[in-house]
C-alpha cells in the first residue's frame, strides 16, 4: 500500500498506539500517556503489541497523519515553520513539494555559511561572491571590495526573501 491510501494499516496501528496533542505538538502512548522524543533523524519508535516488534517512524510524519489527516506523497517534504526540527505543533508543520523545500534549504545555508565574499587567489583587489544554489557552487567575480559588499547584500536579501515567505522567523 502506498503511504498516501487513506486505508494504510501503517497510519491505522499509528492511532491505535499514538495520541498527537495538535496544539503543544506532543506525541504520547495511549496506553500510559508517556511522550515519544523524536532521535537526532526525527524518529520515533513505537512498540506494536499485535506483531510483536518496533516501529520507526518520522515524528513529523505521524504529526500530519494523525494531525490534519493529510497523507504524504512520495514528492512532498514537511517544512518546520520556525525552523526547530523539535518542534512538532500542527500550526508549525508546512506540507511542501520537495523542488520547495530544497530551495529554502539552500536559502538557509546560505544566509548561514555559503554566503561569502572571497578574495581572488593572483589579483589583490578582486573578490568572488560565492554561494550554493540548485547544488551547485556559484559566484560572480567583483572589481572592488564595495561592489563585492552590494553583490552580497543583494543575494542575502533574495535569501532572506525566501525564508520569509515560508518561515516564522
Not at 497523519?65 to 500542527?90: C, M, P, Q, T, V
Request: charged share 30%.
Amino acid at each position: 500500500m502506498k503511504p498516501t491510501d487513506p486505508d494504510n494499516p501503517l497510519v491505522k496501528k499509528l492511532s491505535k498506539y499514538v495520541t498527537y496533542d495538535k496544539v503543544t505538538g506532543s506525541i504520547r502512548n495511549i496506553k500510559n500517556n508517556r511522550p515519544y522524543f523524536a532521535d537526532d533523524q526525527g524518529y520515533i519508535t513505537v512498540w506494536i503489541t499485535e506483531d510483536k516488534k518496533l516501529l520507526k517512524v518520522k515524528a513529523n510524519k505521524v504529526a500530519v497523519y494523525l494531525g490534519s489527516g493529510r497523507f504524504i506523497n512520495a514528492s512532498e517534504r514537511i517544512l518546520h515553520k520556525n525552523l526547530d526540527s523539535e518542534d512538532f505543533s500542527l500550526g508549525n508543520l508546512l506540507v511542501v513539494n520537495h523542488e520547495l523545500y530544497n530551495k529554502i534549504r539552500e536559502a538557509l545555508f546560505n544566509l548561514n555559511s555559503d554566503l561569502k565574499i572571497v578574495p581572488h587567489a593572483w589579483d589583490q583587489f578582486v573578490y568572488w561572491v560565492v554561494w550554493k544554489e540548485d547544488n551547485d557552487d556559484k559566484r560572480i567575480l567583483c572589481q572592488d571590495i564595495i561592489q563585492a559588499q552590494n553583490k552580497l547584500k543583494e543575494m542575502q536579501l533574495y535569501f532572506s526573501k525566501i525564508l520569509t515567505k515560508y518561515c516564522l522567523t
